[in-house]
């Protein structure tokens, strides 16, 4: 079996463990949504504007969309609105004064001389495959951050809901990072006519790093076992989303 696991894995399993086992144990690829290549090409655009803020984010917006659109993935993307649209959505987004200003208060801590941004980190747990990801950003007080475009803003609670923040703060405890405090950040852009964008900080604790460890064991437990368990209220549930739809739901349902 693998010997690393994601922490994204850990999400789809969570979420469907019936499409984890489709997208990784049948090759039944998910479809690439235009949410997922805004998202990516949002994120490049960020990444790259706190690290140099005398860019343009706007040209940083046309550069990493252009890289987007020669990769082989992109045309098979299942288009809502024309590319055309999606591009001019991410232009406002980052001609918007706000989220200029807001992004450019953010400092990356330097770590061995570069900017910590896409940082790799791994959580080590004992008889389970390391998990691995990377951090977007951490910021100068130590605290990392994480990314996010949304179709609109989030609830207040949401943020201190996530789970993943848990796996970074104990990647980084294992680094012998301590200077985040426990505390994270979620910097929310929205893809509305009129963007918006909200960082949430919150406190997270010790505590709930064990709970993050329980759900990886047990996760891993189910995976180890093959307990692959079909979840048709799962928002991801439709041919757009799923790959493995027509070997799920859609065999039942036509
Ligand atoms: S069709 Fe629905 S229940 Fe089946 S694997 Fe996909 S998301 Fe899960």
Redesign the pocket.
């Known amino acids: 079996m693998s010997q690393h696991l994601s922490y994204s894995q850990i999400s789809m399993y969570l979420?469907?463990s019936?499409?984890w086992?489709?997208h990784y144990k049948q090759g039944l690829t998910n479809p690439l949504g235009e949410a997922l290549v805004f998202g990516t090409v949002a994120h490049n655009t960020m990444e790259q504007f706190v690290t140099d803020k005398s860019m343009n984010m706007q040209e940083l917006w046309d550069i990493a969309w252009e890289a987007e659109k020669d990769k082989t993935a992109f045309k098979g993307i299942v288009w809502e609105e024309t590319p055309e649209t999606v591009y001019n959505i991410g232009m406002n987004l980052f001609g918007n004064q706000e989220v200029y200003d807001i992004l450019g208060e953010i400092e990356p801590k330097t770590i061995d001389g570069e900017p910590a941004i896409e940082r790799f980190i791994e959580w080590k747990l004992e008889n389970l495959p390391t998990i691995i990801g990377y951090i977007d950003c951490i910021g100068s007080d130590g605290i990392p951050i994480d990314f996010k475009t949304a179709g609109r803003m989030w609830p207040e609670d949401k943020a201190r809901k996530e789970l993943q923040p848990l796996f970074y703060l104990a990647a980084l405890d294992q680094l012998g990072e301590h200077d985040h405090e426990y505390k994270f950040k979620h910097v929310v852009v929205t893809k509305t006519k009129n963007p918006r964008i909200v960082v949430f900080e919150s406190q997270r604790s010790a505590g709930e790093i064990e709970f993050m460890e329980m759900i990886a064991r047990r996760v891993w437990g189910g995976i180890s076992a093959g307990v692959f368990i079909?979840?048709?209220t799962?928002f991801?549930?439709?041919?757009r989303?799923?790959?493995?739809?027509f070997?799920?739901?859609?065999k039942y349902t036509g």
Not at 236 to 239: D, I
Not at 241 to 245: K, L
Not at 247 to 250: L, S
């Open positions: 979420d469907c019936r499409r086992q489709g079909p979840n048709p799962s991801m549930c439709s041919p989303f799923c790959g493995t739809w070997d799920c739901v859609g």
